[in-house]
């Protein structure tokens, strides 16, 4: 009976809602970010160019069965750097972290037998905080809870994990170019490291890491790549990941946030999504704080995935993917807000030593979007907010925010 009930209402939103299509025209709804996620989900799933229903729910389906499976093999893979915190996500194993620590509170984490393996402060954001070692043969979870009972009103956390947000393939021909908009601006990446080619290498101002073994990265470079073909004048790299199979840390992406803005780059891409971490959340409003704007991809596990972070934190300006035809991606996850959409499929980039690779994922969208950012920026029409952005967007569904931004920067250099 349920079942049917479910049919039914799946086929009336069908026939009481419009085709999907791209740029359509017309004002956004202002509560877009509140309401409309279940009718506007329905009326994607019923488009007739998407796949039948049938197979668009089970892909839903899938990519929450797969998000799982594939936290729980990286545990399992990785258990002599990885374990799950108090809320079944992937930390550091063995470490937890501790925010504007004093004396007398580092002396009673010492009493309760945690070491302090590092302390210092978010370079350019005045964000102190502790590395702390939990005791031999404690669990990650039952040490935190532990500590927090100890030291009640402190905030401390587990050192979860975040992952990149999209993915290659096979060697794909170039597309439209984005010559047509407004270029120029710098854009910071907070992701691997990033390998350039000679066009890139140009842009590439400054890159530092934050993980040991820094390697290079094929999800980074192609969003160098991707920054480059849309004009992107300078670009800092951050690499969080490196070698380290606990790459990808919340300390990590808040101490590059840290360097990011000691280097005075104004807008910050990060293609990366975890859960929340209250450190890295004060590193976000710190950095917001201090003028930097922060774009950040909605991730690829679907809407039935929790909120995305860092794309959830307020103020942060979430991104979501859509295809050549302006749809949304079946596999893009979500935030609890949306700003804008960008590509995110039938889209390609110049990757070192593999060429010129397709791309598909929301990974792709957060820094065309921040291109877009920058670009205004840079010519100071960005002085008054997003308004010149909003107006360059162009408009769709409620699942595309304001608007989607670089539509036609498709190709990367």
């Known amino acids: 009976m349920q079942r049917h009930a479910l049919i039914f209402l799946v086929l009336t939103a069908a026939l009481i809602a419009a085709p999907v299509r791209a740029q359509l025209g017309g004002a956004i709804d202002p ?42 093999r990286l545990v399992s893979d990785h258990g002599d750097r990885v374990e799950w915190d108090e809320h079944r996500q992937p930390a550091v194993r063995g470490e937890a972290l501790l925010i504007d620590p ?24 005045d964000v102190s905080y502790a590395r702390l070692g939990v005791p031999s043969g404690v669990a990650l979870a039952k040490a935190v809870e532990a500590l927090r009972k100890a030291l009640p009103g402190r905030e401390i956390t587990a050192d979860q994990l975040h992952f990149p947000s999209g993915k290659s393939a096979k060697n794909a021909s170039g597309t439209a170019s984005s010559k047509a908009l407004p270029r120029g601006g710098t854009v910071g990446v907070i992701d691997g490291g990033i390998a ?35 004009g992107t004048a300078r670009i800092y790299g951050a690499d969080v990941y490196g070698s380290d199979s606990a790459g990808g840390n919340a300390l990590a992406i808040a101490k590059a946030l840290g360097w990011m803005k000691g280097q005075g780059v104004p807008v910050v891409s990060i293609s990366l999504v975890g859960p929340s971490n209250p450190l890295l959340a004060r590193a976000v409003a710190a950095a917001q704080a201090k003028g930097m704007v922060i774009v950040a991809a909605v991730g690829n596990d679907g809407a039935a995935a929790p909120p995305a972070y860092p794309a959830s ?66 010519t100071g029409d960005g002085a008054q907010g997003l308004g010149s952005v909003d107006a360059e967007a162009l408009k769709g569904t409620r699942r595309t925010g304001r608007g989607v931004l670089c539509n036609i920067c498709r190709s990367g250099l």
């Not at 035809?325 to 960008?342: K, N, P, S």
């Open 31 to 72: 509560l877009a970010n509140a309401v409309g996620r279940v009718g506007d989900a329905v009326r994607d799933i019923a488009a007739p160019a998407l796949e039948p229903l049938g197979e668009a729910v089970g892909d839903v389906r899938k990519l929450a069965r797969e998000r799982v499976q594939r936290l729980a």
């Open 102 to 125: 004093d004396p007398a509170t580092l002396e009673v984490v010492r009493r309760q037998g945690y070491a302090v393996i590092e302390q210092g402060t978010l370079g350019g954001l």
């Open 196 to 230: 350039v080619s000679d066009a890139g290498a140009r842009r590439l101002v400054s890159q530092h890491a934050f993980a040991s073994g820094t390697k290079a990265s094929d999800h980074a470079s192609a969003i160098a790549s991707l920054l480059t073909g849309a």
């Open 313 to 378: 934190y307020p103020g942060v300006v979430a991104v979501t993917g859509v295809d050549g035809a302006g749809r949304v991606l079946i596999e893009a996850g979500r935030a609890t807000h949306l700003d804008y959409a960008a590509p995110g499929a039938d889209m390609s980039a110049l990757v070192p030593g593999r060429g010129r690779v397709s791309l598909r994922g929301t990974s792709y969208a957060a820094p065309l979007a921040a291109s877009r950012i920058a670009a205004r920026l840079a």
